[in-house]
């Protein structure tokens, strides 16, 4: 490696013209989703690392970073990373809120109408030679209610989709105050509390960050109050939902359907996907080329900003 260049290593996929744009000034290693053993071996000597939701930098791979300076995020969310570990050891961490909210949003839409008319299961029916339209009868989403768990960017923009489709749109939120929801009521949206949300809303869609305070929000309790032909979708993050209840809910016919991008688990074959009434996507929310061009461009700035000393936009640690 040339003297005084940094060493970037890039873990979950980057945008092509970033990983160029990073080698102009640093020697860029791409690894995407390594092993245990090769990941303690890739952050050794690592100055940065680069992760989206695919790989845990725990404290162990902290430790075993003798060099590592920078943590950077390309996307939102620091839920994959150790941010105590980091902190104690002076490792900056940044992440990049905002640039995919509108591809998530756009992909909850999408999913909701995967989930509601059955569009997944048609496409593996008819690929199976079956043409026949049993079951495959859903609501029309104009007209009915959508709640939105949670209204942040994600949130705030699928209620627009929402509300764009006919949709009546309910939402909850975390800090509810008078004035906020007099500004709902401006973008046309009704805030209710979590659990009559729940028990009235034919869409339910989560748009909350994980954190220890909505980590298992709707478990077995939360989706009782879901009504029988009500959808839970989620896009924001994994663990939000307890899968499990999820799947004995849809199990037992408490609930129509289920879609979702995001897992508390990314690996193997999840349970969920046995069911005939639930839509599966591999985290892909932010993946638009459009959202992951912009998403690379902040990440080369910033990158730069935090390993020249300074301090990223989006800095968390
Ligand atoms: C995000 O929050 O932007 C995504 O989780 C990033 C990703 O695709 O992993």
Redesign the pocket.
Known sequence: MPEGRTRVVVL?PLHPDAVTELSREHDVVVRLRPGEDELAVLVADADALVV???VRITAREVEQAKRLRVVAR????TDNIDLAACRSAGVQVFNIPGA?AGAVAELALGLILAVTRRIVRADRRIRGGTWDKTGSAGPELAGRTLGVVGLGRIGSRLADLGRAVGMHVVASVAQPSPQRDAQLRGRGVTRLPLAELLSTADVVCLAVPLTEGTRGLLGPAELALMRPDAYLVNVSRGGVVDEGALHDALLRGRLAGAALDVHAVERGVPALAALDNVVLTP?IG??TTDAQLRVGRILVTELRRALAGGSAAGRVV
């Open positions: 979950d989206r939701s695919g390309a996307g939102t969310g995919s985290h932010a993946t």
